[in-house]
């Protein structure tokens, strides 16, 4: 058969979310900024995901009121009720996030359980692993994320709205061996690029 011409450059780079902030550390580019969203924690259905959604949506000229419409709610840090001194000061607030662009690298991986990036890639954030609680009133599972160790609020949030909550994530000395593991102690977590 015939040989067609030849292609242009193709584009590298990566995106990945930074939850918990707004800015993209140095080296990336902010795409868009936004609020943590999620299906709330005690309906059965909706989203498994947790989403970054745009500071300003844009929307068509449709609407709907329908009964079994998912809906989309903020992410509330729930945070241990503040028991612990990391991060309490977001206790109740909602969740910015922001995705973030990096046109010089091709490869982004979330590493559970580290806050280091191996020797030959990029750490672009380091934080704790976040889901939501496990408790009799939870109706299912949701997404984990790497939430950034030095975490921002939403400004003017922290009614206690109750949303879609996260929480820290720890381990448990059942399969998982311990050590090098430590029963209830925080999961760590690191965002990084090669």
């Known amino acids: ?113 580290r806050y280091e990036c191996p020797s030959d890639w990029n750490r672009e954030y380091s934080g704790y692993l976040m889901s939501d609680a496990e408790h009799e009133n939870r109706i299912g599972r949701t997404s984990t994320i790497c939430v950034d160790e030095a975490s921002e609020a939403v400004p003017g949030s922290g009614a206690n709205t109750n949303p879609a909550v996260v929480y820290f994530m720890r381990a448990v000395c059942n399969g998982l061996p311990c050590p090098p593991y430590e029963a209830n102690k925080l999961l760590t977590c690191a965002v990084c690029t090669q």
């Open 1 to 113: 058969g015939m040989i067609g011409p030849k292609g242009g450059m193709g584009s590298s780079g990566v995106v990945y979310i930074r939850w918990g902030r707004t800015t993209c550390p140095n080296g990336a580019d902010r795409v868009y900024y936004g609020r943590g969203a999620g299906s709330h924690y005690g309906t059965k259905g909706g989203t498994s995901d947790h989403l970054c959604l745009p500071e300003t949506p844009q929307y068509k000229n449709y609407y709907s009121s329908y009964t079994f419409s998912p809906e989309l709610y903020g992410v509330e840090y729930d945070l241990d009720e503040g028991r612990i001194s990391l991060l309490r000061h977001l206790y109740q607030t909602e969740m910015p996030c922001v995705l973030c662009s990096v046109s010089t690298r091709s490869k982004m991986i979330m590493i559970p359980a």
